[in-house]
């Protein structure tokens, strides 16, 4: 069995993946031309020209104006519906997916029409593909904690079908201490908390992340290993980061993977995962983030049976269901060493 098909077929879950960034260009035209829209952009070929941008936010501008073209809660199941059999196929058995409900209901998109949407290609995934996912409510940080809040006042009815509350967009000069009062209201009505921390922003920003949002995990978090005292805690804590080697490297956060320091981290004990972040855009789903990691920095069998079993140790499924999977790890990699 070669890298890539073994990486394809490890049970593995998904811990950091934003919905919208599977938007794939041909189902960006489909939706569009259903929905009586024009994209600014005249073939497929022209929208994968434009995913060459230089930093985070050329490469939001971009995300955004893809985004615009959903409007229905037809546009949401089809957008999760490609992403969940995308997962499947590279041998994902559970995801907890990122979604960013202030991109949608700014443009006059209802709340409920997001979440339907979302949640019927969840379901029908369970059914049809065996597949485990819960969804994760993004607040976005470039808009304020006061608008944040009110996008948390629209959660509270749902939270039979949102796991948990997340932070994303641009890091810089907006740190997790801006919205620890909106953490604090989620995390009461009963929420799981994560963050992006330590990706842009600085090691600072991921202790922000567990002093005051008290989040379960940090995601990416890759600069926490600048600060000695940081890594430490994380190993001492199991503080779970959910690390996304090509986005890392697509948005220069590291020049090559070859640079990376998941592999580091991973000897050092700290909790790292493997994940896709806004694979569409980033030019690689989540088995090719594993292959790739693996080949450049020289990981094994022992390391991807690790990275794996972290990526369901960190989840937010039941105890019980996290040593089943843990346990299907293991017979995996048991039966490929021994063949």
Not at 54 to 65: A, G, M, P, V
Not at 281 to 300: D, I, K, M, Q, S
Request: charge should be negative.
């Amino acid at each position: 069995m070669d890298l890539d098909t073994l990486c394809r077929r490890l049970p593995k879950a998904e811990l950091h993946l934003h919905i919208e960034g599977t938007f794939e260009p041909e189902l960006m035209f489909a939706i569009a031309a259903r929905n009586g829209l024009r994209i600014p952009y005249g073939s497929v070929e022209e929208v994968r020209a434009a995913y060459e941008f230089d930093d985070l936010q050329s490469f939001l501008d971009i995300y955004y104006q893809g985004a615009s073209v959903l409007l229905t809660e037809q546009d949401f199941h089809d957008l999760a519906w490609a992403y969940l059999q995308r997962a499947a196929a590279d041998g994902v058995g559970h995801a907890e997916i990122f979604f960013d409900p202030q991109t949608h209901t700014d443009r006059g998109v209802a709340f409920e029409t997001v979440l339907d949407g979302l949640w019927s290609a969840l379901r029908r995934a369970e059914h049809e593909l065996g597949m485990s996912s819960a969804l994760i409510l993004c607040f976005l940080r470039h808009l304020s904690p006061e608008a944040a809040m009110a996008t948390l006042e629209q959660a509270l009815p749902h939270r039979d079908r949102i796991v948990g509350v997340g932070l994303d967009s641009s890091e810089r000069g907006r740190p997790p201490s801006l919205f620890r009062e909106v953490f604090d209201r989620a995390r009461a009505a009963g929420f799981r908390a994560v963050a992006h921390a330590g990706e842009e922003g600085p090691p600072a920003y991921v202790s922000e992340a567990l002093d005051l949002l008290h989040v379960a995990r940090v995601d990416h978090g890759v600069r926490a290993i600048e600060d000695e005292a940081l890594m430490q805690r994380l190993v001492d804590d199991g503080v779970p980061l959910t690390v996304c080697p090509l986005s890392n490297v697509k948005l220069r956060v590291f020049d090559t993977l070859a640079d990376h320091v998941l592999g580091r981290m991973l000897a050092r004990g700290v909790r790292v995962t493997v994940n896709s972040d806004d694979p569409a855009y980033f030019g690689g789903y989540v088995a090719e983030n594993f292959a790739r990691t693996a080949e450049a920095l020289h990981l094994g069998h022992a390391e991807l049976a690790t990275l794996a079993k972290n990526s369901f140790e960190a989840s937010f499924l039941p105890p019980e269901r996290i040593r089943q999977l843990c346990d299907e790890v293991d017979r995996f990699v048991a039966a490929h060493r021994e063949s």
